[in-house]
């Protein structure tokens, strides 16, 4: 099996919080390369998960670069806490329901020195993050509808992904393209022959019995 050339992030919203620190270090000592935080808030999603507090405890836990995704309304006033905690990349929803300037957040955080992504719902369409897409670090393209996990993945989003690997082709850009929901062996290989980079994978890992071997999996070596 030839290896997948992809960045790995666990998603610890699958992860048991009440051995949160063995957790953190488990999946590090198992080869992530980031760590995915999914944050909601009862409203734009239907569930809420943990909020800035939790992200500044992880980030005592470990070096890993945290993939804060905000499934919030009302990301530009929420995002500056996120900042505050320790976020490497912070992604925003390009959503109405979002409610925000997506433009000007996604400005404010890249101008707080931090990684700006953006992200579409399965219902949303490509062109929607059009314009935006020469301003990101980070697309996110869900493959599952956001605010749960242990869904299926949708491959009809791979028309999606495929789309934001010709945008970024044709206009010389180098924003990373992620994927999150239902991502396991088979669908990281699906995800990365159309243009993904970064595999987020929740239950696949933590449901695991041993980390190490399903993230050597994904990755096909």
């Not at 666990?10 to 620190?21: G, R, Y």
Request: hydrophobic share 45%; proline share 5%.
């Amino acid at each position: 099996m030839s290896r997948i050339p992809a960045i790995i992030a666990p998603s610890l919203l699958a992860a048991d919080f009440s051995k949160l620190a063995e957790e953190v270090r488990s999946v590090e000592q198992a080869g992530a390369d980031w760590l995915h935080l999914d944050i909601m808030d009862g409203h734009f999603v239907d569930n809420i998960s943990f909020g800035p507090a939790i992200v500044a405890t992880v980030r005592k836990l470990t070096e890993l670069p945290l993939d804060v995704h905000l499934m919030i309304a009302r990301p530009d006033h929420y995002a500056p806490r996120f900042l505050e905690a320790g976020a490497n990349t912070i992604t925003v929803h390009v959503e109405p329901e979002a409610a925000h300037d997506v433009g000007g957040t996604l400005q404010m955080i890249r101008a707080a020195g931090c990684r700006a992504g953006l992200t579409l719902n399965p219902a949303t369409p490509f062109s929607s993050v059009e314009p935006y897409l020469g301003t990101l670090d980070l697309l996110l393209v869900m493959t599952v509808h956001p605010g749960f996990g242990g869904q299926a993945f949708r491959p009809e989003m791979m028309e999606k992904v495929q789309a934001a690997k010709e945008w970024k082709e044709g206009n010389g850009a180098r924003f990373d393209i992620e994927v999150d929901g239902g991502i396991n062996v088979e669908t990281a290989k699906l995800c990365v022959e159309h243009g993904a980079n970064v595999l987020v994978a929740g239950t696949s890992i933590f449901r695991s019995s041993d980390y190490g071997d399903a993230i050597k999996q994904m990755r096909g070596s």
